[in-house]
């Protein structure tokens, strides 16, 4: 149904809204705008945001002309999955800049009082992103720029309508001060991956500007391992964000001729049976990958793990891990709200050691992170991370060992391990604590920290399949030799888990070790 189709319905409560193009006013328009999530009857499941879009709103066309908003398999994936804080992930030129410009354009101009801002990652990028809003505005009916939508200021990237007290503005993220001293109701950062300077702190500002129930869309292409996208995308779990992923076929535009079926290689079966792709979109992907080729993966996403992809000096062997990572299964069970994962469950008669990485426990910085072992093979049986520390990391670690047949606990005993090594001996009285000469806990060294490293670079290379966990392998992606000559983790990235591992491989050695003597 046309949404200029019939009068208004009055009664909002009980009824479909139909919005026409004359005689607005304010209270019509906000009327409207508490319905655009709704998804009626007569739209057939589309939402009225959708229909909005569709039938108002002017884009350009890729051969220049003006045409009206057609969504796209992306635009209407991110329109049915969204949640009120987002992140997205996807390939090159998707139209989800365009979709996010237009949903909070929407809002803008229904929701009176809102406050809408876009943050581009170049102020040639925030010019073409305003753009796009003022073709939005020129093509609304004229009854609606001359009424409630007549605007007081149109320029320097900042549209404001005074009779509803909105208003739209679009920023670069390299603008000082960007976003500070607003109050924001829609929020929609892009490009995050290549935003300049600390995009963490820029980001950090921009959400301390947001209202309770604003809403949140952080897009980007991935741009590699590290920074402050990857470290978002990679925490979405605990942040209550929603994830979308949107993979370069999605694209309808993405094919070129279709290319012989007896050429295919196995993976590129693999492929087309897994996500239904014909032979036209392989000879696009053979082509892309002709074109950008050890970039393609970053550029022309196919999952959201190989797509960002590692940069600096790895320590590493990375083609193994990125094959093992294309192997990983789902884990059996999450404890936690996902904090603790687990792949095989403790077996009769099995003997176990679990090592723990500790932290200080704030909900920033560094995790705590356990590993638990099958000290007999060295299968990775179960992960723990979490910004935890203290007794509870002390109790939850004690629990876990003790779940695993009484495990040997591993505990490294710098900094704030020792505390932990005592509540866990003391308060909650567990005994079978590995020691080094006499003293309980794990000591890392300026010597021992590179044996260890190198033992789990080792056992990545020769024993892959002992290696269970996705966040653990992209661990592995970002930790790199550094600068200043050391050893870590990427900039804002997580070395936790790689660091549990290594010191649960290093004592599962030590055991053996003493056990076969």
Known sequence: MSLTAAKPERDYASRW?????????????ENFGRHLDARPRSLKGQSVTMAFAEQFLVVRSKDGSPAKLKANAVQKAFEIGRGECNIVLKARQMGLTTWAAARFFIRTI???????LEVAHTRESAEEIFRIVHRFLDGMPDQWRNGPLKTSRANARQIVFPEIDSQYRVVSAGERNAGRGLTVQNLHCSELARWPGDPAETLAGL???????????LESTPEGAGGCFYEEWQKAGETGMVRHFFPWWMERRYRVGAVPEGSLSAEERALMQRHGLDLEQIGYRRQIRANFRGLARQEYAEDDESCFLSSGDSVFEMDRIEERIKELSEPAERRRNGELEVWLPPAKGRRYLVSVDPSGGGSEGDYSAAEVLDLETGLQCAEFAGHVGGLELAELVTKL???YNGATLVVERNNHGSAVLALAETVCGYGKLYRQNGQAGWLTTSVSRPAVLGRLGAAL???????????LLAECRTFVRLANGNTGARAGTHDDRVMAMAIGLAARDELLGKHSS
Request: contains cysteine; proline residues 9%; neutral net charge.
């Open 110 to 116: 229904t929701q009176p009082g809102s406050l809408t």
């Open 17 to 29: 809204w139909i919005l026409r193009p004359v005689d607005l006013t304010r209270s019509e328009l």
């Open 207 to 217: 959400r301390a500007a947001m209202t309770p129930g604003a809403e949140m869309i």
């Open 461 to 471: 290379v020769e024993e892959p399949k002992c290696f269970l966990s996705r966040k």
């Open 401 to 403: 060992a003790t779940e």
